[in-house]
Nanobody, 124 residues
Framework: HVKLVESCGVSVPAGVSLRLSCAAS????????LAWFRQAPGKERAGVVA???????TYPDSVAGRFTIYKDYSKTTLYLQMNTLKPDDTGMYYC??????????????????WGQGTQVTVSA
């Protein structure tokens, strides 16, 4: 019912900031549970952070204080602001949405709609 289109991938040096976007078409994202996942090279896809109805959920220690998940005011685009990027942040980033799922879920089986993926490469 909704299609998610992410921004293009980039390669950046460590320490810079980057904002990923996930634009929805076919529906707004206001009524969806939302999250960002990433798949690091050679590793399984894992949740980064989720966004509930009113606020972001708990950030893992690896990104706390550096990453921020938020929606725009029109409720059509999901963002991931990433500051002070590290080489360990390298991976394919996916936005995900679900009409019904547990609050703050980072279980990929709870999500039904996925962006195409954004490759983020952070050099040392």
């Amino acid at each position: 019912h909704v299609k998610l289109v992410e921004s293009c991938g980039v390669s950046v040096p460590a320490g810079v900031s980057l904002r990923l976007s996930c634009a929805a078409s076919g529906d707004t994202i206001s009524r969806f549970h939302l999250a960002w996942f990433r798949q690091a090279p050679g590793k399984e896809r894992a949740g980064v952070v989720a966004l509930d109805r009113v606020r972001s959920c708990t950030y893992p220690d690896s990104v706390a204080g550096r990453f921020t998940i938020y929606k725009d005011y029109s409720k059509t685009t999901l963002y991931l602001q990433m500051n002070t990027l590290k080489p360990d942040d390298t991976g394919m980033y996916y936005c995900a949405a679900a009409l019904s799922s547990p609050d703050c879920s980072l279980n990929e089986v709870d999500y039904t709609h996925w962006g195409q993926g954004t490759q983020v490469t952070v050099s040392a």
